[in-house]
């Protein structure tokens, strides 16, 4: 659905745009397919070349087919136009309409092969959109000896969008037979789901990181399809996402005012702020931290609790910068905070590669998706500090161990705990970076304060276990939340709540976090 860099909305299009560059050449006949959308660039449209158009049947409705091409960077990209389907501005636009859409791109693709003459050994499918392929292959092309050697890879970049609408609606759409809806292959609870599909049938499925694919099995990760990844666990594995050095190179980047290198990064970093506070009309304030964030603004990406911490943040002295759209209410969360704070806040909603690449030069720290898998994320940020020494500095509330697990052992420079200060951030990332530039060895340990916020308080008499005293009412010892737990885990956003048993007072149903419950005292 995209493809950098003619279309992206976000990670999805980087991988496909950066991944058949990266295939050897020689070896490998690598081609790309994707929908012509009317907001691809007219610099790109202009350059595309008409190689065949036919009709298709898309269940009982006869379609065109009007398949265009061109080359860049020594790969041949196809692009599958249809005036009804790819118009508008954006890629995407509802899930009723996209079912559709994506319906007639996925049969389009395998019709379009013939007409070609192009038989792949491979067809790598991502997400929903295309997750009708593999079904397709199975249900209408099995039999042909054209496609029926033809090899599937199903990749999960985002569990959560499924692609699910009703049944019958789907059968109308496709002309797939009854027999495809049973609850072994498309049916998830009364309905029909598109990505369920194409993890039943493709030979292989990957995902972004070894973690992610093994808690995906998962019922807390599986968004609903963990007893399939399950059923698929020999045919599932986790490839890391890398990064592509020739587009994120600020030695060389083309859209970035003041390229600079390791050596040079404290200049260059200092004028690439300048320009990013110009370009974003905020004002200029070299004493003012700079917090980027490009990502689609989703609840899925962390921004329910992001929200409660925009009030605190905004008294410090920063300015964010935030590129991308998204779920409503985290895209007027922060046009909100921009007429509020219109002196500190800059909201761009429509993503381009020009701002993404100011904000990135720009701006003193990026936050990081909160929800992202652990591995896969930092795996990117190890990357990214390989080529142009991006100090990479972990805030966190979590104990000790924890820590290590997740930050010091998989390459981030320094970590602070809870609570934590911008001031005391943009001195660590500035010492981080000056040592770096004198090529100074790394401490094997950040020098760090231990602060501990409890999720859970208790009351009541646990007796003593050093003298062997009983408690005197052991049926009053209670735990609870604590005030912490209460304003930022489980707060009215990110959870559900019902009445107490005695009808008092609210307690939580879900628990949008794990922790272990472990006695301090009393046994």
């Known amino acids: 659905a995209e493809c950098a860099p003619f279309v992206k909305t976000g990670g999805l299009g980087e991988v496909v745009g950066s991944l058949p560059k990266q295939l050897n050449h020689k070896k490998y006949d690598v081609r790309v397919v994707l929908p012509d959308y009317h907001c691809i660039d007219a610099k790109w449209r202009e350059q595309m070349e008409t190689l065949v158009t036919f009709p298709m049947y898309l269940g009982w409705r006869m379609q065109t087919v009007t398949v265009k091409t061109l080359k860049y960077e020594g790969i041949v990209y196809y692009f599958i136009e249809n005036n009804f389907y790819f118009c508008g ?84 759409i496709t002309g797939l037979p009854d027999d495809m809806f049973t609850y072994d292959k498309l049916e998830y609870n009364n309905s029909a789901n598109l990505l369920k599909g194409g993890l039943v049938f493709a030979d292989k499925i990957t995902t972004v990181s070894k973690t992610y694919a093994e808690e995906i099995k998962q019922p807390e990760y599986g968004e609903g399809l963990d007893s399939v990844l399950q059923h698929r666990s020999a045919d599932l594995c986790g490839i890391v996402n890398g990064i592509d050095y020739d587009i994120y190179n600020p030695s060389t980047d083309e859209y970035i005012p003041c390229h600079y290198d390791e050596k040079t990064f404290d200049k260059g970093k200092k004028k690439n702020k300048a320009a990013l506070q110009a370009k974003a009309g905020l004002p200029k304030k070299r004493t003012a931290f700079t917090l980027g964030i490009v990502s689609r603004l989703t609840e899925q990406k962390g921004f329910a609790l992001f929200s409660y911490m925009m009030e605190r943040l905004m008294k410090q002295p920063v300015q964010l910068y935030v590129l991308g759209d998204g779920e409503e209410e985290y895209r007027n969360m922060f046009l909100s905070y921009q007429e509020q704070y219109p002196d500190k806040v800059y909201v761009q909603l429509n993503y381009t590669d020009e701002m993404a690449k100011y904000i990135y030069a720009g701006c003193d720290a990026i936050l990081m998706d909160l929800m992202m898998p652990v591995m896969d994320g930092w795996e990117v940020c190890r990357k990214l500090r390989a080529k142009d020494n991006t100090p990479i500095i972990m805030l966190t509330a979590k104990g000790e161990d924890m820590d290590k697990i997740l930050g010091l052992e998989y390459g981030a420079d320094d970590y602070i705990t809870k609570p934590f200060n911008i001031l005391e951030v943009k001195a660590r990332i500035k010492a981080i970076m000056r040592r770096a530039a004198r090529q100074e060895p790394k ?27 009983e408690a005197s009412a052991g049926r009053y010892i209670e735990a609870r939340l ?40 009393g046994s």
């Open 89 to 172: 501005d954006s890629p995407y636009y509802d899930m009723w309409v996209d079912i559709e859409k994506f319906s007639y791109f996925s049969k389009a693709v395998l019709e379009m092969l013939s007409y070609l003459e192009f038989e792949p050994d491979i067809i790598h499918c991502h997400d929903w959109q295309s997750s009708l392929v593999p079904v397709f292959l199975k249900a209408f092309y099995c039999a042909d000896p054209f496609y029926r050697n033809i090899k599937t890879v199903m990749t999960i970049h985002n569990l959560k969008f499924q692609g699910i609408t009703e049944i019958d609606r789907l059968k109308d």
């Open 482 to 521: 604590s005030k912490f737990a209460s304003e930022v885990v489980f707060n009215k956003k990110t959870t559900e709540w019902m009445l107490s048993y005695d009808g008092r007072k609210e307690e939580p149903v879900t628990l949008p976090i794990k922790f272990p419950l472990l006695l301090a005292q």
């Open 443 to 469: 401490e094997e340990k950040a020098k760090v304060v231990q602060v501990k916020d409890l999720l859970i308080d208790c009351q009541g008499n646990w007796g003593n276990i050093l003298t062997g005293d």
